[in-house]
Every structure is written in structure tokens, then in C-alpha cells.
């Protein structure tokens, strides 16, 4: 139990990770390949977080007197991954606007049967 | 010394000015990227002699080392700098006239944000502030690949969208393990204490950086974006991507490779992933009736050309890449350019319209050739020093791996030059050509490719002229110790 109690962070967010790959390889329908890309990015996200996480931490603000340095969290990655939530916050934007584009072009979001562009 | 974070700020602050203008007038906008571009050019020369003196590291914001972000500005930074900016200034000369309809403010502004990105790329030293500027250059490169907003742009871009947001999502994976790690994000202090973990704990995240901007890079396994994307943006915009866009993928993974991890063992996956590159690049190209789909494909190919001379990780290697890298640069941006109004006169991309073009338009078909001809390496044009350096650096690294890897490189030149003789053959001399009228694109569109034409054969007849500027960029690529130095003090 120890294993899972210290790396459980690193596993969920490496297993968001692999669901939103997997939704991006194995489904063929454009808006659910988005949320994998969603699921994905969340799993990241959630990876950065835990990276700088202390059990029992508190922010790194000195809010009340005798509080341990020791046992406060890293900001920086809180600071990256509020970054990369706007980032994904663009990107995704732009991927259901393409979806919008894409559906009144060909009148379905399947990306089997979206295949102009070949080799 | 004007301070570099100009560099940056200046094509940000003409792309948010663009809107401001449209409310006095809807003419400047097509004039502001050439201005901020012709801004970007004077601060890169003004910057010359001081980098060339000694690499300047500034700190942004005011802030002191352990806490700032700092931007390094050595000959390689500068090097991308003055090639953004002068590939910048011509595209966006030539897009006053070419680009008229659609939401054309919209591309003036993704425009400058693209050259934003590529420029804060290549001169940051922070892993994380690299990451977010390639994200500005990827995202606003996705929008304008749609820009026309047909069928084959807004899938091609679909495609680029998903498979860039995958290769994104493992470069934030690698530096998250790296902060990990390190418990820092400055390209020096990771340098510095690269050797102080075990190697196995620096692979994954090495891989994933290689994997994930190599989307960006178009190297082979994962450059399937590529020729749908090039092929179906507007012909600037495909000049961009293919002169700067894929640069920049490959600059961030000889940053990772050769300064910060100094991972000199990796260069052999690299240059083995570089002959194919070639290879399936000029194959592919070989067999496509497309005029921009085989440009595009040329570009993969160009891409596996400049990663193996860099790849051979000797100093003469590394100048050859840089200098076929300028090479590519320069070229792929006339034979982009000059197709642009090609294909709009003859209204379609398909080489059988483009029969009679050599007489219908002399001067872009003559930019044309040009290119074509540099690329393929003919003398007097650029291409024929940077490619005859890259021979002479394999055979100079004197083992029997590069030169049997150097034959199968010209073997893909010898391809290359089969398909671009094949497409100057349709320009000039297929077809009956007597009733052709005279029909150029507008002057404006000319003088860029007039400025290029000069350069490619001014860089050719004289390619001394670069040399010691490309022997500073390969030796702040291998002389990790002064990068260091110079960021850390």
C-alpha cells in the first residue's frame, strides 16, 4: 500500500493521460477525439501538479506566523499549468470551430469518411 | 544596445495594434507585419557585432537570476532572428496583394503572432517559456492553414490541430519530469546538473521532447500533417511554415540534444532518422501531380538533409546543416511564393495547368527555376555551397557509416533533381505556347521575389560571406560550457 499511497497522483494522471490517447486512436467522430485531447491535457496538467505537491501542504504564502517552509507546495508548477489551462483552453477553441467548419462542409464529423487529403 | 526582448515584442505589439488600426482605417492593416518585420530586421543587424562580441543574456521583467526568465541571444538565436525577420518581411511584401479576401485583419494579426512565436522561441533560455512560445507559433499556424476556410484547408488543419496537440501534450509531459528532476527550468541549471542523475532517468523525457516537438519538425514517422497542411494553406503562409515553422521544431531538439542534455549518443537514432526522412521526403515527392503537394514533400526531405549534416555532430556538420537550413529557407520561400500567383492565374494546382506558364508568367516562372534549381544544388545558387559542405563534412568525419549514409543522401538529391527538372520542364518547354498572353502577377508580389532571387545568388557566388557567422552558431551548439557561463555567470 505504500507504493500506491505515494505515487497515486503520477498513476491517475498517467492514466488520464493513456484514456485520452486511446479515445484519440481508437474513435473515428471528431468531437469525441476533442474531449480525448481534453482528457489527455487534464491528465498532464494534473501531472505537473503532483509534481510539486506535499502531503498536507499549504500555500506558499506566509498568511499566519509560524508556518514551516518545509511543508509548503511548488508554486512554479501551479504557475505552468495555469498557463497550459489557457493554452488548452485556445486549442480547444479552435479544434470545435474546425469541428463546426468541418460538419458544414461534409455534413458528418466521422473522420473515416474526411479523407480528401491522401497521400 | 537595443535590448533583444524588442525582439518579441515588436511583432506582438504590431499583431494587437492591427485592430486598433481597423477602426481609423481598413487599408494600413497589410501594411503593419512588412513594418514591424523591416523593425525586426534593423534591431537583428544592429544586434550583430555585440553577439558576436559575447552571447547577451537579459533578464525580463527586472528580475534577478534564480527568479527570471532570461532570454540568450548567441549566434544561433540571432541567426533565427535574422532569418525570421528577413523571410517575414518578404512573405508579408508579398501578401499586400495576395492575400484580399476573407477576414484579412485576422490574418495580419495570426501573421505576427506566428513570426512572434518563432522569434521568443529561438531566443528564450527557459524550457517552459519555449514551450509557450512554440504553442503561439503552432496554434496560430493551425488558424491559418484554415485561413481560406475550403474543405482541404479545414481538414488539413483538423489533422495538424490533433496530431500538433499530441506532440504539445508530450513536450509538457517531458517538462514536468525535467522540473521534477531538476527543480528548475532554466535551459543552464539543467545543463549544469544534467550529469548529476542517472541516465536512464533523462530518457523518457528526451523521447518525449523528440517526439513531441518532431510533429512540429516533420520528421519522419510523424510528418503526416505536413504535405495536407502545406499543401492546402494559402501559398504565404506555406512559405512560413516550411521556411520557419519546421526550423524552429528542429532548433528546440538540437537545443535539447546538443546543450542542454549534451546527449552526443543520441545522434545516431537522429542521423538514421534523417536518411529516412530523406528518402520517403523525395520518393514521396517524386510520385505527386500536385505542384504544392511535391513542394511540400520536398520540404520533409530538406528537413532529413539539414537534421543529418547537424546530426554528424562535428562543427563542419553542424555549419553545413545551418547553412543548407538557410539554403532551404530561402528557396522553399520562392518556389512558394511564386506558385502562389501561378495557381491563381491558371486555377488550379495540378502541373498540367501550369503548361505554358514559363511564357504566360516569365518572371515567377524565372523565381521558380531559380529555387529549383538552388535546391537541387546547381552552382551559382546557395544551394550548390551548402550542399557541396555537407559532402565535404561526412567524408571529413572519415567513418564508413557517414559516407555510406552521405551516398544514400545524394541518392535522394538525384530524386530531387528528377522531379523539380520535371516541373521546370512543364514551366517552359511542354505544350504549344504560341497564343499565350503575357499575364504577371502585380509588381508589389515581384519585388519580393526579385529580393530573393539577389540573395540566392549573392549568398551562392559569395557563400564566404556566412562562414564565420556559421562557425559561431555550430560552436555555441557544442560548447556547452560557455552557454552555461554565459546564463549562470
Not at chain 1, 491535457?41 to 494534473?46: F, I, M, P, R, T
Not at chain 1, 501542504?57 to 506566523?65: E, H, Q, V
Not at chain 2, 546557395?382 to 551516398?407: H, W, Y
Request: aromatic share 12%.
Amino acid at each position: 500500500m505504500g507504493f500506491l499511497n505515494s505515487y497515486i497522483y503520477y498513476i491517475a494522471s498517467f492514466g488520464l493521460i493513456f484514456i485520452g490517447l486511446y479515445i484519440l486512436v481508437a474513435k473515428s467522430n471528431l468531437i469525441k477525439m476533442i474531449i480525448g485531447l481534453n482528457i489527455a491535457d487534464s491528465g498532464v496538467n494534473l501531472l505537473l501538479i503532483s509534481i510539486g505537491y506535499i502531503k498536507r501542504g499549504t500555500a506558499p504564502i506566509f498568511s499566519k506566523p509560524n508556518l514551516n517552509p518545509k511543508l509548503m507546495v511548488d508554486p512554479v508548477p501551479q504557475a505552468l499549468v495555469l498557463t497550459a489551462i489557457v493554452i488548452g483552453v485556445a486549442v480547444l477553441a479552435l479544434a470545435l470551430s474546425f469541428a463546426v467548419r468541418l460538419f458544414q462542409h461534409y455534413d458528418t464529423l466521422d473522420m473515416r469518411k474526411i479523407k480528401e487529403q491522401r497521400w | 544596445m537595443p535590448d533583444p526582448v524588442l525582439l518579441i515584442a515588436i511583432p506582438l505589439g504590431f499583431a494587437f495594434l492591427i485592430p486598433l488600426l481597423g477602426f481609423i482605417s481598413r487599408k494600413i492593416e497589410k501594411f503593419v507585419p512588412p513594418v514591424a518585420m523591416a523593425v525586426n530586421i534593423l534591431l537583428s543587424i544592429k544586434l550583430i557585432p555585440y553577439v558576436m562580441k559575447k552571447p547577451i543574456v537579459s533578464s525580463l521583467g527586472g528580475f534577478l537570476h534564480p527568479f527570471s526568465i532570461n532570454l540568450y541571444v548567441g549566434p544561433v538565436g540571432l541567426f533565427f532572428s535574422l532569418l525570421i525577420s528577413f523571410v517575414g518581411f518578404l512573405v508579408s511584401l508579398y501578401a499586400i496583394s495576395y492575400i484580399k479576401e476573407g477576414a484579412t485583419q485576422k490574418y495580419h494579426m495570426l501573421f505576427l503572432l506566428l513570426l512572434t512565436g518563432a522569434n521568443g522561441a529561438a531566443l528564450t533560455a527557459d524550457i517552459f517559456n519555449l514551450f509557450v512560445f512554440s504553442e503561439i507559433l503552432c496554434i496560430s499556424s493551425y488558424a491559418l492553414v484554415a485561413y481560406t476556410g475550403s474543405k482541404a484547408g479545414v481538414e488539413s488543419a483538423t489533422k495538424y490541430l490533433i496530431q500538433g496537440s499530441i506532440g504539445s501534450a508530450f513536450f509538457l509531459i517531458a517538462i514536468g519530469l525535467i522540473y521534477g528532476q531538476f527543480g528548475t527550468l532554466n535551459m543552464a541549471e539543467i545543463a549544469q546538473h544534467v550529469h548529476s542523475v542517472k541516465p536512464i532517468n533523462i530518457y523518457l523525457p528526451i523521447a518525449m521532447i523528440i517526439s513531441g516537438i518532431g510533429v512540429e519538425a516533420a520528421i519522419f514517422p510523424i510528418n503526416a500533417w505536413l504535405p495536407d497542411a502545406h499543401s492546402s494553406a494559402p501559398s504565404t503562409i506555406s512559405a512560413v511554415l516550411s521556411g520557419i515553422a519546421i526550423k524552429i521544431g528542429l532548433y528546440v531538439i538540437l537545443r535539447f540534444v546538443f546543450t542542454i542534455f549534451g546527449a552526443t549518443n543520441l545522434l545516431l537514432i537522429l542521423i538514421i532518422t534523417a536518411i529516412v526522412t530523406v528518402l520517403v521526403g523525395e520518393f514521396s515527392a517524386f510520385s505527386q501531380n500536385n505542384i504544392k503537394r511535391m513542394l511540400a514533400y520536398s520540404s520533409t526531405g530538406q528537413i532529413g538533409l539539414i537534421l543529418f549534416a547537424i546530426s554528424l555532430g562535428t562543427s563542419q556538420g553542424i555549419s553545413a546543416g545551418f547553412f543548407q537550413l538557410i539554403t532551404h529557407t530561402l528557396s522553399k520561400s520562392i518556389l512558394f511564393l511564386s506558385t502562389g500567383y501561378m495557381i491563381v492565374k491558371a486555377g488550379s494546382m495540378d502541373m498540367e495547368n501550369m503548361i505554358g506558364m514559363g511564357k504566360r508568367m516569365p518572371v515567377s516562372s524565372l523565381s521558380f527555376t531559380i529555387g529549383a534549381f538552388s535546391l537541387v544544388g546547381l552552382p551559382p545558387f546557395i544551394g550548390f555551397p551548402s550542399k557541396f559542405l555537407i559532402v565535404k563534412a561526412a567524408i571529413a568525419k572519415g567513418d564508413i557509416l557517414s559516407i555510406v549514409l552521405i551516398i544514400l543522401v545524394l541518392l535522394g538529391t538525384v530524386i530531387e533533381a528528377a522531379y523539380f527538372f520535371r516541373a521546370v520542364q512543364t514551366l517552359y518547354f511542354k505544350g504549344d505556347s504560341s497564343s499565350i498572353q503575357r499575364d504577371e502577377a502585380p509588381a508589389i508580389a515581384l519585388i519580393p521575389l526579385l529580393l530573393l532571387i539577389v540573395s540566392i545568388i549573392g549568398i551562392g557566388v559569395y557563400p564566404h560571406f556566412l562562414t564565420g557567422f556559421l562557425n559561431k552558431v555550430s560552436s555555441e551548439l557544442l560548447n556547452r560550457i560557455a552557454f552555461i557561463r554565459g546564463i549562470l555567470g
